[in-house]
């Protein structure tokens, strides 16, 4: 079935640095693709979604691009603050179906 | 957007007992699902919940254990039985519009 794989971490970064968290999917059709954040001690939400393949989501200075032909879907931001540590899900569904989710990973930024 | 709501937001249980979670969606919604996270860990799915018909439970999830109700559009609970520390978890709603999933802020279990 449809899966997510996820860079598991965990990250720790200086403010200010260059965050990537890879994700890779595997899907038999063509799924819409999500970045959620789970700050501590709160719920769920989410960061940002590409719906098909080329489209980029962005949101909070936060940007993934969905990539068909290496079925990825990296995290990335140009320079992070202390506020953005908390744990990133990479998400997919079909659409049909439930959410699928990656392993989490645990970011960690250090003033 | 849906919004929506779970009661209680946390418990401490005892073994043996059980727990019954409400989920509460400010509009109608046909795909509900219940996850269940770990302490540390990633989301998995327990059950699939549509109004009018019966739940559908992922692999290792069974309906004696986590009994659904889903009487209407808006609402669904899951129950928690017999617990044993192993159930110590957060258990979120989550619902499916319009290609979007939402989810409650969840319920954190502990059970002693």
């Known amino acids: 079935g449809d899966s997510v794989t996820q860079m598991e971490g965990p990250v720790t970064l200086s403010e200010e640095a260059f965050l990537t968290i890879n994700c890779t999917y595997t899907a038999t059709g063509y799924p819409s693709l999500f970045w959620y954040v789970q700050y501590p001690g709160e719920g769920l939400q989410l960061l940002l979604k590409a719906t098909k393949a080329d489209d980029k989501g962005s949101n909070k200075g936060f940007e993934a691009t969905y990539r068909k032909e290496t079925t990825s879907f990296h995290l990335e931001k140009g320079s992070v603050q202390v506020s953005d540590s908390a744990v990133y899900f990479c998400?997919?569904?079909?659409?049909?179906?439930?959410?699928?989710f990656g392993a989490g990973t645990r970011l960690t930024v250090k003033p | 957007s849906a919004v929506i709501s779970q009661k209680p937001s946390r418990d401490i249980c005892q073994r043996g007992t059980s727990l019954t979670i409400q989920c509460q969606v400010d509009?109608?919604?046909?795909?509900m699902f219940w996850y269940r996270q770990q302490p540390g860990q990633s989301l998995t799915l327990i059950a699939t919940a549509n109004q009018g018909s019966e739940a559908t439970y992922e692999s290792g999830f069974v309906i004696d254990k986590f009994p659904i109700s889903r009487p209407n559009l808006t609402f669904s609970t899951l129950t928690v039985s017999n617990m044993s520390p192993e159930d110590s978890s957060i258990y979120l709603c989550?619902?499916?519009?319009?290609?979007?999933?939402?989810f409650g802020p969840g319920t954190r279990l502990t059970v002693t």
């Open positions: 509009s109608q919604v046909t795909m």
């Open positions: 989550s619902v499916k519009q319009s290609y979007e999933q939402y």
């Open positions: 998400a997919l569904t079909d659409n049909n179906n439930d959410m699928r």
